[in-house]
């Protein structure tokens, strides 16, 4: 993995995930559905275009929480033995 810094406070990670497991997630998330992303402000959660103008999606289980941790691990730390995290280029 590879830290390529874009703006100060915005950085880009190359090669966290395999194209096909990239593919898997933007589907997932297509299909989920985006929604407007809201601000949190001293009476709970708004959405203000001009302060945050993007969408989200946002996946709460445990499935996806547990595929962060262990997929996102560098590439050349895996366990070549096919410990979860393994994946063969």
């Known amino acids: 993995m590879q830290r390529k810094d874009i703006n100060p406070g915005a950085f880009a990670i190359d090669d966290v995930l395999y194209a096909e497991e990239c593919t898997v ?3 997932r998330a297509e299909d989920h559905g985006f929604e407007l992303a ?6 709970g959660f708004k959405v ?5 103008n993007n969408d989200r999606v946002i996946f709460d289980d445990f499935g996806s929480c ?16 096919g410990a979860p995290g393994h994946r063969s280029e």
């Open 25 to 27: 997630l933007i589907r």
């Open 38 to 43: 809201p601000i949190t402000t001293a009476k």
């Open 48 to 52: 203000d275009l001009e302060t945050r």
């Open 66 to 81: 547990e595929f962060t941790l262990v997929e996102s691990a560098p590439r050349d730390s895996r366990d070549p033995g």
